[in-house]
């Protein structure tokens, strides 16, 4: 998929996105190969990313492989693939333990509320 002009908002590619010269991309990206030879602002997820030298990001970049040929501009924080991966990891065991503390008080106070009707 290319982009020659401009486009906000999510995007979401199997293979490769190109987001040409004429190109202008704002929000979320998730592609398998990036390429930006335009301007893009936002957060781009992609196994791997190619910033050209026409090529301008303003964000956070999440991958392993990332590549500014010269004239390139970068402008951000740039994380491994991983990190996004090990941020979910934590964010879903938060929400679990915050399940279990749940599921504790509700037995909690039933078995308090058994205690009570058996004093009665």
């Known amino acids: 998929m ?7 908002g999510e995007i979401h590619v199997d293979k490769t996105l190109v987001i040409s010269e004429t190109g202008r991309a704002t929000g979320d990206i998730f592609a ?4 930006i030879n ?5 957060v781009c997820h992609a196994v791997k990313i ?3 030298s026409n090529g301008k990001v303003n964000g956070t970049i999440y ?3 990332l590549s500014i040929e010269q ?7 740039t994380y491994s693939a991983e990190s996004k991966a090990a941020e979910k990891s934590v964010v879903e065991l938060a929400e679990v333990q915050e399940a279990k503390v749940k599921e504790a008080k509700v037995q909690e106070n039933d078995v308090e509320g ?7």
């Open 2 to 8: 290319q982009v020659d002009g401009a486009v906000d």
């Open 32 to 35: 398998d190969h990036l390429v």
């Open 38 to 42: 335009g301007e893009f602002e936002g």
């Open 50 to 52: 190619e910033i050209l």
């Open 63 to 65: 991958s392993d492989d």
């Open 71 to 77: 004239g390139g501009r970068f402008h951000g924080v």
């Open 114 to 120: 058994g205690k009570i009707a058996a004093k009665k």
